[in-house]
């Protein structure tokens, strides 16, 4: 079953272009609706010297949000409209700003949710909230990496699997294009050699996925000293793959220490598009 809904976290002007032309194709090949989704922090009451709130900062602060939301939404319509892409635009004021986090009842109804990756030479102010819709939404969301180019499908899919209910979410949330791709491999990097047999649950996988009439092959490396998220990228480059699929992990001190860094790592200098679940 294909995506029909697409969430799209539009968090500033400078991602709002690259992220539109990454999912219009993907919103034609799939005949699907597309949600904009924008957010802007309510106005902070800044005090003046004498103690009193600062009207003109505030006002200020107001004017350049309905700027910013404006420009996007303008940005978002044109697109749309010039596609002839079925669309609708949500704009919302929270007391964080970020859009992912406000986003983030909106993209639990969608199928599928596309958001930018932080691009490190943007100013702080404008970093991505990949990780607030990523754990909040409930939804797979699509990374649109910042630099490298987008595809419109999806041949050649990396698929990293630990053997855990995160990355059998992602999995089977990325069926529709793993049903499409030309091949999916299942990368386990450093099998157990012993107690939990990764490597049969994904042989189990790769079947399970057969049977919907995907090509899939599995594949394990040994990392010998070099962090996961390193092999993990090197495969990627290797293949070819212009799709990544990863389960993401939750922010307790276990999981961190023993997955955080390669959920980190893809959400902020991963070079091809990625979809993540949690």
Not at 216 to 234: C, F, K, L, M, P
């Given at each position: ?9 539009l968090q500033s002007t ?193 079947a399970a996925l057969s ?68």
């Amino acid at each position: 079953m294909p995506y029909k809904t697409l969430a799209v976290i539009l968090q500033s002007t400078e991602d709002t272009r690259r992220v539109l032309d990454s999912v219009l194709p993907l919103a034609q090949a799939w005949n699907a609706h597309v949600v904009g989704v924008h957010a802007e922090p309510y106005p902070v009451a800044y005090s003046a010297a004498v103690g009193f709130p600062d009207v003109t900062v505030i006002e200020a602060a107001a004017e350049a949000a309905e700027e910013r939301t404006t420009e996007i939404e303008a940005l978002f319509h044109g697109q749309m409209r010039a596609a002839g892409q079925s669309h609708e635009w949500h704009a919302s004021r929270s007391f964080s700003g970020d859009t992912a986090y406000a986003g983030a009842a909106l993209a639990r109804t969608a199928d599928l949710v596309i958001v930018a990756q932080r691009n490190p030479d943007w100013a702080a102010d404008d970093a991505s909230g990949v990780e607030g819709v990523l754990y909040e939404a409930g939804r797979p969301v699509l990374v649109v990496p910042h630099s490298s180019p987008m595809v419109r499908t999806f041949s050649r899919i990396l698929l990293a699997w630990n053997g855990s209910r995160e990355s059998a979410r992602a999995a089977f949330d990325a069926l529709p294009l793993i049903k499409e791709a030309e091949s999916t491999e299942i990368f386990v990097v450093d099998p157990p050699a012993e107690g939990e047999d990764v490597e049969a649950s994904a042989s189990c996988l790769a079947a399970a996925l057969s049977r919907h009439g995907a090509e899939v092959v599995v594949a394990t490396e040994q990392s010998r000293g070099r962090h996961v998220d390193e092999v993990i990228r090197d495969r990627a480059t290797a293949m070819g793959a212009d799709l990544l699929v990863l389960g993401a992990y939750s922010h307790s001190w276990l999981r961190q220490l023993l997955f955080g860094g390669v959920t980190r790592t893809v959400l902020q200098s991963m070079q091809v598009p990625c979809l993540m679940s949690r």
